[in-house]
């Protein structure tokens, strides 16, 4: 398996349980995702976090 596969992985992994178990690292934390928290909503924002992080599986699949 290659390192860009193990990162994209991780990293999917990473999305996925700060959608689903909202860790404030994820969502008040950031300065950056406040931002974009106040302009698209909290829920679109997860909804956005299971998008990068199926894109991510696929392509952690893909280079595996």
Do not use: C, D, H, Q
């Not at 992994?13 to 909202?22: H, K, N, S, T």
């Not at 969502?27 to 909290?42: D, H, L």
């Amino acid at each position: 398996m290659s390192i860009w596969a193990i990162i994209l992985f991780l990293l999917a992994v990473f999305y996925l349980f700060g959608a689903i178990f909202e860790f404030p690292i994820m969502f008040e934390g950031n300065p950056k995702t406040r931002f974009i928290m106040s302009k698209i909503g909290k829920k679109n924002l997860k909804i956005l976090l299971v998008i990068f992080a199926v894109i991510f599986l696929v392509l952690a699949n893909m280079l595996k």
